[in-house]
């Protein structure tokens, strides 16, 4: 399975379009924070043999939940952005909305590892 990722572009689009719906402060606090967060999967990608979707989806959010990289609304874009990705790769996500944001708070609050996220997102996940 070929796996198609967001790029900082994309991201930024996600954070841009929350921001609209529900407000919130503008801002990145610096591109190349957004590069690095991005960057952890592609060195997971391309050293440590990551090819699973779901793997792929929880280092996703960790990196956008945890990496504080927008002024405002780093969970929510976190969130957004690994449902986004899901959809991409031809998967939805089954939770219902509270039970995504309370997993997501956990994960920036670092409550819970990649791993617990990957099997929750497993379990959450449906094939479109």
């Given amino acids: 399975m070929n796996i198609i990722f967001l790029s900082i572009e994309d991201v ?14 503008e801002g990145l606090r610096e591109i190349g924070m957004l590069e690095s967060a991005l960057k952890r999967i592609d060195f997971h990608k391309n050293y440590m043999g990551l090819t699973d979707l779901f793997e792929t989806a ?3 959010a960790q990196a956008l939940a945890q990496g504080h990289v927008f002024v405002d609304g780093n969970k929510r874009t976190a969130l957004v952005s690994m449902y986004n990705f899901l959809i991409l790769n031809g998967y939805k996500l089954t939770a219902s909305e509270t039970e995504a944001e309370d997993m997501i708070v956990d994960v920036a609050q670092k409550k819970i590892s990649s791993e617990k996220l990957t099997a929750w997102l497993r379990k959450h996940s449906q094939k479109n």
């Fill in 12 to 25: 930024i689009d996600i954070h841009e379009d929350i921001l609209k719906s529900y407000g919130g402060l």
């Fill in 58 to 60: 929880a280092l996703l």
